[in-house]
């Protein structure tokens, strides 16, 4: 598609309940990146992917949470028993080459009650 | 530590009041300086990147400019609709992982 997509728009989850998050990037672009937005527009980066490889996992909490771009799937992030400070806004943006412009999509907002 | 400011964290203009949103940056060498607009509830819309300092790039009422230590993105005669969140994002060329250091961004609103 032209457009990155995201499901669900909004996932409210129990804390210690599993989400899981969905991004289908820009048709023929090769790189992923996950970000989540929390108060004041902060941004912070989580993992980013060559195709359906992990390019970059720094930004990750590796004990909870994991992500994946399967060919001809979509990409997935999965927090597994979700913590009330991970409430926020998780976004996916998609680039057709590691230094160009992400485009962004629309966000899941998750919010852990 | 890389690192991007942007002021101020909010702007009020007339429409027709032409100003301009700074962004500040120190980063271990600049790759690339990008600009976004995000409305309330939806994902940051890409405006302009730049490379390097000197560079401009223009669309429509909005002109992007950048130095060795900052941007400026300049706002000639707004209309309401430019109404929304402008971000700053830079990538490091020493980060391996191309992310994006977003600023806080400034929030414009426009009055008719």
């Known amino acids: 598609g032209e457009e990155v997509a995201q499901t669900p728009k909004h996932l409210v989850r129990g804390e210690g309940q599993k989400a899981k998050l969905y991004c289908a990037p820009i048709k023929g672009h090769s790189y992923v990146f996950w970000y989540q937005q929390v108060l004041k527009n902060e941004f912070k980066f989580l993992i980013s992917?060559?195709?359906?490889?992990?390019?970059?996992e720094t930004g990750m909490p590796k004990e909870r949470f994991s992500a994946k771009c399967l060919p001809n799937s979509p990409c997935s992030l999965e927090i597994q028993a979700t913590k009330l400070e991970d409430s926020a806004v998780y976004f996916c943006a998609s680039s057709p080459a590691r230094g160009n412009e992400q485009f962004f999509g629309p966000g899941t907002r998750l919010t852990v009650l | 530590e890389d690192q991007v400011t942007q002021s101020p964290e909010a702007l009020r203009l007339q429409e027709g009041e032409s100003s301009s949103l700074n962004c500040s940056y120190t980063?271990?060498?600049?790759?690339?300086l990008f600009w976004y607009r995000q409305d309330p509830g939806k994902g940051p819309e890409f405006l302009f990147t730049l490379y390097s300092a000197g560079e401009e790039k223009e669309k429509e009422r909005l002109k992007a400019t950048l130095t060795k230590k900052e941007s400026f993105l300049h706002i000639t005669a707004p209309k309401p609709e430019d109404s929304a969140t402008y971000l700053c994002a830079v990538q490091a060329r020493m980060d391996s992982s191309y992310k994006l250091i977003f600023g806080s961004g400034t929030r414009l609103l426009v009055r008719p």
């Open positions: 992917f060559q195709n359906e490889n992990v390019f970059d």
């Open positions: 980063v271990s060498g600049l790759r690339g």
